[in-house]
């Protein structure tokens, strides 16, 4: 079973900076990684798209985060950054990593655990 692990969220002033990281926890049976992404859910609201890059490194954006975030991922680690800058009070959401996997066994989206991102004004 597939485990993505995310990492990097914290509390951060208004206009601060943050990078999050996502990627599997063991990748012995991943044949392969296709998209892969970021989603949000802020207190009360529904989880939402923020950003997608497939694996030849086209990239998605929600409108509310260009120019603001940049999706990048490197191939031969199975990672997903997402950089943060000009965080804004309404950033403020759970991030959950995902991603579109094939393992030998199947082709599964996959979500991870979710990292908290804060943003005081």
């Known amino acids: 079973q597939v485990q993505l692990v995310e990492s990097g969220g914290g509390l951060v002033q208004d206009g601060g900076s943050l990078r999050l990281s996502c990627a599997p926890s063991a990748s012995g049976n991943i044949f392969r990684i296709n998209a892969m992404g970021w989603y949000r859910q802020a207190p009360g609201k529904q989880r939402e798209f923020v950003a997608a890059?497939?694996?030849?490194?086209?990239?998605n954006y929600a409108d509310s985060v260009k120019g603001r975030f940049t999706i990048s991922r490197v191939n031969a680690k199975n990672t997903v950054y997402l950089q943060m800058n000009s965080l804004k009070p309404e950033d403020t959401a759970v991030y959950y990593c995902?991603?579109?996997?094939?393992?030998?066994?199947?082709?599964?989206?996959?979500w991870g655990q979710g990292t908290q991102v804060t943003v005081s004004s």
């Open positions: 995902n991603a579109n996997i094939n393992t030998y066994a199947s082709t599964s989206d996959y």
């Open positions: 890059i497939t694996s030849g490194g086209n990239t």
